[in-house]
């Protein structure tokens, strides 16, 4: 991959892999979830519960991983997290009971956001920011979750895939949403054998002996607190809740979520290259509201308009700001701890996304159980308004190094 940094090492180019191999199983399930739960008989307040479920389950793992994980091997941690994804994409293509479902959920890795909420997310983002040099961390951020973007795109297309194998072949459409599932598993192993040609230099801070949050406890955990509202808004429009949200407003099919979701990724993706460009002229924290309050106004807008076209239309113009500003958060977090404190940062920054993230489906699915009005995107786009106002003005002034 020579389109990234310099000083990026071949442990750099494996995450990307494993990222985009991740991105898109996740953005083919978190499309097929909705409509696979709906088709075993769930109401729209059991698919809220089981997507809260999997948001809980997924802050408990990435708390396990990033705080009490301390010393173990970073590889071994990924391998078994990698085995994990595949137990879980079997099991949801064996299982059809709620209460066994609700369980793998919670103990599991599926993600119904088609983002990266998992337990990978601490060890890799620790990993990958010791792989380049300081000045080009945001750089290298962007093009990780570019890769996990544009493959998460292509997932939600290819969720189409299952509907139209069991139409040509006059099949169970049941049955074909399985093999999507079944898919989940084989991509797991995948990725399990591609964390073992991870270098012993993964293991550097760890080895060393890596200490818990000292010297960056109080701004992590306000910017913990901070992006916590974020997820908190950003849960009530999960994706696999915007395709119920899109099926029940304007009669729009699994396949034509998955093309708009498709539409929405890559739109995402392309405008991540901006983040490094943006962060190294007006600052990460400047980087990450100017391009994410615009694109919440945008969400607000799509849950209130009457038609599919314009709701659809807003919806692409908040995915071509609402992604920008990943890889500056991610890079700003890494940039003001020091090394030994990243894993645990990244932890403790994330948890308590996933925590704030796992409430809302649960109410989000309520209302659309009440009405088809877009009320959870409006209460979403709302929460994530106020915290770009609080970000900015609490973040401003706090400059990492790289930025000196």
């Known amino acids: 991959m020579a389109l990234l940094p310099p000083s990026a090492t071949e442990d750099a180019r494996y995450l990307l892999l494993t990222r985009a191999l991740r991105g898109f199983a996740d953005g083919l399930v978190s499309v097929l979830l909705a409509g696979y739960l709906t088709r075993l008989g769930f109401t729209p307040f059991r698919v809220g519960a089981l997507v809260t479920g999997t948001l809980l389950g997924s802050a408990a793992l990435t708390t396990a991983v990033g705080l009490a994980g301390q010393g173990v091997e970073r590889r071994r941690v990924l391998f078994f997290a990698a085995l994990l994804m595949l137990v879980t994409g079997i099991g949801f293509a064996g299982l059809s009971a709620f209460w066994p479902l609700l369980m793998l959920a919670v103990v599991g890795t599926l993600n119904p956001t088609a983002g990266d909420v998992s337990v990978f997310l601490p060890v890799e983002q620790a990993v990958l920011a010791e792989t380049v040099r300081g000045s080009e961390r945001t750089a290298v951020f962007a093009w990780y979750n570019v890769a996990g973007t544009l493959a998460g795109g292509l997932g939600a297309l290819a969720s189409g895939v299952p509907e139209m194998v069991a139409r040509l072949a006059g099949a169970d459409p049941l049955a074909a949403e399985r093999g999507g599932f079944l898919f989940y598993a084989a991509v797991a192993a995948v990725v399990a054998a591609i964390y073992r040609r991870l270098s012993p230099s993964v293991e550097r801070a760890v080895l060393a002996g890596q200490a818990p949050l000292a010297r960056s406890r109080r701004v992590v955990l306000q910017l913990a607190t901070l992006f916590s509202l974020d997820a908190f808004g950003g ?3 999960v994706q696999s809740l915007l395709v119920l949200w899109l099926y029940r407003r ?22 991540q290259f901006l983040s490094a460009k943006l962060a190294a002229r007006i600052g990460h924290v400047r980087t990450m509201v100017y391009t994410h309050l ?11 308009v009457p038609s ?23 890079a700003y977090v890494m940039a003001l701890v020091p090394p030994e404190e990243r894993m645990a940062a990244s932890s403790v920054t994330n948890v308590p996304r996933s925590l704030a993230a796992a409430i809302p489906p649960v109410f989000a ?32 002034a706090l400059r990492p190094p790289v930025e000196r």
């Open 235 to 237: 849960g009530f429009v």
């Open 250 to 271: 304007f009669q729009l099919s699994v396949a034509s979520a998955g093309a708009i979701f498709f539409g929405a990724g890559m739109v995402g993706a392309l405008s």
């Open 294 to 304: 615009p694109a919440n106004l945008f969400l607000v807008a799509a849950g209130v």
């Open 308 to 330: 599919a076209p314009l709701a659809v239309t807003f919806l692409l113009l908040r995915a071509s700001l609402s992604s920008m500003d990943v890889p500056a958060r991610q």
């Open 365 to 396: 699915g309520i209302l659309l159980d009440r009405s088809a009005f877009g009320w959870p995107l409006v209460l979403g786009g709302v929460l994530k308004v106020l915290y770009d106002f609080l970000l900015l003005v609490q973040f401003r």
